[in-house]
């Protein structure tokens, strides 16, 4: 059974704080921004394979099976996505230790150097945006940032587990639900 919704009104600050989080959610889903950062990175990438590789640079090599579950999809998509990302030389397959019949994804070179790419080109749009903000203010938004996540984190965890479902590992190792890519390592991405 989910957590129940509380009775009483969110306060303003929560429901602020919700449509602050839509307008970000939504200035990432765009497509026009997802072309724009890929131009500027010099690739050619979907957002699907951009989710992929964000979530393997933040991890040790894994099943297809556990980044599904990470990214919130089902294997298929992961399986299907990793052998596009094979055949342009992003990923490669290795046996995995603990089991030979099973295999691991894990970026190759070129799949590090097109996630630095794409993460200097979203980093360097974000600094333009926040360039009058102090390091103080920015060392701020990034704490109350992840605490938020990892209170997200745990709330889906509770929930996935008073239903009897297993939870889905977040990216920075805590559980939830995860879903397309965002907490899973797609994260908000900005462009000039």
Do not use: C
């Not at 070179?109 to 102090?134: F, H, V, Y």
């Amino acid at each position: 059974m989910p957590t129940p919704v509380p009775q009483a009104p969110a306060s303003s600050d929560v429901v602020e704080i919700e449509r602050a989080l839509n307008r970000i959610s939504y200035l990432n889903s765009r497509v026009r921004h997802h072309d724009r950062l890929m131009a500027m990175a010099g690739l050619r990438l979907d957002r699907a394979a951009v989710a992929l590789l964000r979530q393997m640079a933040d991890s040790d090599p894994l099943r297809p099976g556990e980044l599904a579950a990470r990214l919130g999809v089902e294997a298929s998509h992961v399986t299907r996505q990793a052998q596009q990302l094979q055949k342009a030389g992003y990923v490669s397959r290795a046996p995995d230790p603990d089991d030979r019949r099973a295999q691991r994804i894990e970026l190759t070179p070129a799949g590090r150097d097109a996630i630095d790419r794409i993460r200097a080109t979203s980093s360097r749009g974000m600094q333009m945006a926040l360039a009058e903000w102090t390091p103080a203010e920015l060392r701020r938004l990034a704490t109350l940032f992840h605490g938020m996540v990892d209170d997200f984190l745990a709330h889906a965890t509770e929930d996935e587990e008073s239903e009897g479902r297993p939870g889905v590992a977040g990216p920075s190792g805590g559980v939830g639900e995860v879903r397309d890519g965002v907490a899973g390592g797609g994260g908000v991405t900005w462009s000039e």
